[in-house]
């Protein structure tokens, strides 16, 4: 049964598209990398999936799962790390589903928040001001409050990029125990041989679809080349689209 | 000596102890708003809507004159339309909440000068934009305390998304619908307190011990909790010492509490713990570790 199924979807910001017409699902317990240049519509697909931006056009069915069964990791650059907030106040968000506005924070959700803490290699940080946290160590903090969440789908932006090796692969590590407990994973990545020898699906994004599938069989050069050449650039004289037309050509 | 300059006004006279209750009551409840305001990059945004609330309290004087029961309605009711309507206005179109507010804040503003100019004279219009918490009777402090009352529950209503949006945005409105609303709530907050500042301190400082005591707080702590605590104390303080230095000199109530915070203010600046001058100018050795 798939996690998430896209109909005809456009994504975008002032009717232009930043994603044109997907098609096409995502299969519960995939590993997929979603790939292509800066402007491709990544992050865009992304915050359409989580529901943060409504689709222009066509619609993403999240497979029987409500909205809370999602964990989005944006770019860190989305926090307001000026706000005085601590690493274990920061990471004890993700506990939202669970105790919502009132809920108290007991001994068995602490524990909880530590070992979070803790799986990212961040104990002994909980009292720290997330302002005062390096960009890998931050990068960590959003990945402790995605363990949290414990979500049957987790949306990751760019979530390894400006990041040391090492923070990487533990990261990395912590993506391939979700995609080994069942889970549904999504990443926006750049690092194409990250993608090849560890996602076993990928969607190469230029605004349209340029191929999904099996990695192996979609990183191909060919295919790079052609979400290479897409143009950032949004035409402020074009037509509207016509999305019929295009849809039966694909269909 | 010190007991007669400092406590003996308050013994004295009921309507200092009336004042000393109403700054108490506007610094527990202004302070922790002034802070989120501050922290949410809004500062400004209630100075704006200090200005917003002038109509409304213009209209009640028009009908009842100095009546302060009246001058409130008229503002809540005036700086609530302006804070939606800049509120829907900005989350329905994309435009920054700050530059929405503008445009209404300063049509508000306007219109809030016309109409005082048409009835009043030129003292009521001091009393409006400067306030007299010296003049204030039961019945406005009781407004005021059940304000600040209604401020605090609400407050501890709102408080997890509140905080949530103001350090992730995208995070809380991917768990949760809060975000909007608690906004909203946040903002009918300001309003509020904006309306109790107003009664003491007048339309241009009713902010004041809103916004100085968070920046106060900002020099002092890294943590938000104890931030709010640390502005709650500081707005307290003013207070109570702008009373006491209105009452010995003469200086007018309300720019004695803000100038007593603005003293404050720039202690901290100087030795604040966190980013003060002096303590950037001598940090200290460098730790181990």
């Avoid at chain 1, 989580?50 to 999240?62: A, F, N, Q, R, T």
């Avoid at chain 1, 070992?115 to 931050?138: K, W």
């Avoid at chain 2, 802070?35 to 200005?51: K, Y």
């Avoid at chain 2, 608690?182 to 307190?193: D, E, R, T, Y």
């Amino acid at each position: 049964m798939a996690a998430l199924h896209f109909h005809n979807v456009t994504l975008g910001y002032d009717r232009h598209p930043a994603v044109h017409h997907l098609n096409g699902e995502v299969a519960r317990g995939a590993l997929v990398a979603v790939i292509g240049p800066n402007g491709a519509g990544k992050s865009t697909l992304l915050r359409g999936i989580v529901g943060i931006l409504k689709p222009l056009d066509g619609s993403i069915h999240l497979g029987g799962l409500d909205s809370r069964d999602i964990a989005y990791l944006p770019q860190s650059a989305e926090v307001d790390r000026s706000f005085p907030i601590s690493v274990f106040d920061f990471v004890s968000t993700g506990l939202w589903r669970g105790a919502g506005l009132f809920g108290g924070i007991g001994k068995a959700a602490r524990d909880k928040i530590l070992r979070a803490i803790g799986a990212v290699g961040l104990s002994g940080f909980e009292n720290r001001p997330i302002g005062t946290l390096s960009g890998g160590q931050m990068q960590r903090v959003l990945f402790a409050r995605v363990l949290l969440q414990d979500a049957s789908l987790i949306v990751l932006d760019e979530p390894f990029n400006a990041i040391d090796a090492k923070t990487t692969a533990d990261l990395l590590a912590l993506v391939k125990r979700w995609h080994g407990e069942g889970r549904t994973v999504l990443a926006a990545l750049h690092d194409m041989e990250m993608v090849r020898n560890h996602f076993t699906e990928t969607l190469v994004l230029a605004r349209g679809p340029v191929a999904w599938g099996p990695t192996a069989e979609v990183l191909t050069p060919e295919n790079l080349l052609v979400a290479m050449r897409m143009c950032e650039a949004f035409d402020d004289t074009a037509a509207a689209c016509a999305a019929d037309d295009i849809s039966s050509r694909a269909a | 000596m010190i007991y007669d300059a400092l406590i003996g006004p308050f013994t004295e006279f009921e309507f200092m102890r009336r004042a000393l209750a109403a700054v108490i009551a506007l610094a527990l409840a202004g302070a922790p708003i002034g802070v989120f305001l501050m922290l949410r990059r809004m500062s400004l945004v209630g100075d704006a809507m200090a200005h917003a609330i002038l109509p409304g309290a213009a209209v009640g004087f028009l009908l009842s004159g100095l009546n302060l029961f009246a001058m409130t309605a008229g503002g809540l009711v005036a700086g609530f339309a302006v804070a939606i309507l800049a509120g829907v206005v900005a989350r329905s179109t994309g435009l920054k909440e700050d530059a929405s507010l503008a445009t209404f804040y300063l049509a508000s503003l306007a219109l809030g000068v016309t109409i005082v100019s048409i009835k009043g004279t030129n003292i009521d219009l001091l009393h409006v934009l400067f306030g007299n918490i010296l003049a204030m009777d039961d019945q406005t402090l009781l407004v005021v305390a059940f304000n600040a009352t209604v401020t605090l529950l609400v407050l501890a209503v709102i408080y997890r998304p509140l905080v949530i949006e103001s350090v992730d945005p995208l995070f809380l409105r991917t768990v949760s619908r809060a975000g909007g609303p608690a906004h909203l709530a946040f903002l009918a907050l300001v309003v509020i307190n904006l309306v109790n500042g107003f009664q003491a301190l007048g339309t241009l400082l009713a902010v004041g011990l809103m916004i100085l005591p968070a920046g106060i707080a900002r020099f002092w702590s890294r943590d938000l909790t104890a931030m709010i605590c640390i502005a709650v104390v500081a707005a307290a303080v003013s207070g109570y010492a702008g009373l006491v230095l209105s009452f010995q000199t003469r200086v007018p109530s309300g720019p004695a509490v803000i100038l007593v915070a603005t003293v404050l203010y720039v202690v901290s600046v100087l030795f604040g713990r966190i980013g003060g001058i002096v303590r950037q100018l001598f940090p200290g050795r460098h730790l181990e570790a």
